[in-house]
């Protein structure tokens, strides 16, 4: 139960208090029934994660998506799929990505040579999409000129290193910037079996995962009885603490994508203005203990031990922003500075919660064995952004690749440790870098989580007010 709801039935008293428990004690909800306690591999529990989220992060992490530095991401949709053949169209009018006109992007963010757009690319309004022009769900990447001159200085302030994913060519002429704020995740009718091969793959072939061993819910599992999924459950806890956390990242991330669709749902479509809004039918077909045979608890409790994970990359990679040498450069002066403070400010909150999750019991075996492991881990996850080029909703294939390498720059920052303590203050490192993307990937992912976890608190209240 959120903390303002728990505060409005203090407030009427104990009798509507016990009140309030006998009718919660008799939903079927999710939320909850069975997503509360303390999280398994970390010691941290739920309520103290949804009250720092509402409370201290959320309200600032969704000011600083709407920076000019943060809404406008470069991204290659056009990438063919390296593993089936995919004829990368949407199947329905709500997948379509539109890109950013030229004159909307910020001149600090425009890249160099490489990115050269003309006067008949700036005037002309016929954007290629996935089946006509005008879907619902095309992304929309209109960019002003002024926007684009922004992005020319930009450039000088990315490196690169070692990734956890399969990064975009931005010097690609089909890499093109995207405003995300014009480009909601949400529900887009993207389903059935081009997106079930994308999530089958990702589990069944890149999560440490034998083929015998089948997922609960696999409509290719075979009648296994009574078992509902124990079977696999066992198989995961007899997994080292690293190949549990891959499990579960993955999960959490598949968890948190799916909350974004049901939150933001197409309930209705008049005069030819959609109308988006929770769908509860939806989020219960999902997460719903009886529906999902107890497969959505675990689900939400992966989301938030991801939440977790991201968080902790937030406050280890703090140092690196703290530098006088970093700005988060668009070309105005003043919103830049603001845009810092911000950002900075986001940095002391995540320092200051009290139940992160320890990293340093991963990887912490033999040297040798240690180092194999965590290439391989590696090496699994950039299996899994390579994947997202497979997704065949535009717009879906936008927040899948986004989320993807903002979570691999999550893993970066906690593997980086020591080089990111030996940063100095006043020069560039050759140590570790983040490249403009990665930074753009990594706050916004973790928006994206604390949305998750926001809208979660909505829909306890409208499953309360639903009895």
Request: aromatic share 10%; proline share 5%; net charge neutral.
């Amino acid at each position: 139960m959120s903390p303002g709801v728990r505060r409005a039935g203090a407030g009427q008293g104990a009798a509507a208090a016990v009140q309030l428990l006998v009718t919660l004690s008799f939903l079927p909800s999710v939320v909850e029934a069975q997503v509360t306690g303390v999280l398994d591999d970390c010691l941290c529990d739920i309520d103290s994660i949804d009250n720092f989220n509402t409370f201290k992060i959320f309200p600032k992490i969704k000011k600083l998506q709407e920076r000019d530095y943060f809404r406008y991401y470069k991204v290659n949709l056009k990438r063919p799929c390296p593993f089936w053949a995919e004829d990368g169209h949407c199947s329905i009018k709500d997948c379509h990505v539109e890109p950013c006109p030229e004159s909307k992007i910020p001149v600090g963010i425009k890249a160099g040579n490489s990115n050269k757009y003309s006067k008949v690319a700036n005037n002309t309004k016929e954007l290629e999409d996935c089946e006509q022009a005008s879907k619902l769900g095309a992304i929309n990447s209109t960019l002003s000129n002024q926007s684009k001159e922004a992005f020319i200085d930009w450039a000088r302030y990315d490196d690169s290193q070692d990734h956890f994913c399969e990064l975009d060519d931005e010097r690609s002429p089909a890499a093109q910037y995207v405003d995300l704020l014009l480009n909601p995740e949400r529900y887009t009718g993207y389903k059935g079996s081009s997106a079930w091969r994308v999530w089958n793959s990702i589990y069944e072939e890149n999560c440490f995962k034998p083929r015998s061993v089948y997922r609960p819910l696999n409509p290719l599992a075979p009648s296994r009885g009574e078992d509902d999924g124990e079977s696999f459950y066992t198989w995961l806890e007899g997994l080292c603490l690293e190949k549990r956390v891959f499990y579960k990242l993955i999960s959490g991330l598949h968890a948190s994508i799916n909350l974004h669709l049901c939150a933001n749902y197409l309930l209705d479509e008049t005069w030819g203005k959609p109308s988006w809004g929770p769908n509860m039918k939806e989020f219960k077909r999902r997460f719903d203990p009886v529906e999902t045979k107890g497969e959505g608890p675990r689900r939400l409790k992966n989301l938030y031990f991801l939440y977790l994970i991201e968080l902790r990359a937030l406050s280890k990679v703090a140092p690196y922003f703290e530098r006088s040498v970093v700005d988060l450069y668009t070309g105005n002066v003043q919103e830049d500075a603001d845009t810092k403070t911000l950002l900075l400010n986001i940095f002391q909150d995540t320092k200051s919660f009290p139940m992160h999750f320890d990293e340093k019991s991963m990887f912490a075996g033999d040297k040798k064995g240690a180092k194999s492991l965590k290439e391989e881990f590696r090496l699994h996850f950039k299996n899994i952004s390579r994947i997202m080029d497979c997704v065949g909703c535009d717009k879906c294939r936008l927040w899948g690749k986004l989320q993807t390498q903002g979570l691999g720059t999550a893993l970066k920052i906690l593997f980086s440790e020591k080089e990111i303590q030996k940063l100095p203050e006043n020069s560039p490192s050759k140590g570790f870098q983040l490249t403009r993307q990665e930074i753009v990937a990594l706050l916004n992912a973790f928006g994206r989580l604390s949305t998750s976890i926001r809208e979660l608190q909505n829909f306890k209240v409208l499953l309360q007010h639903s009895r």
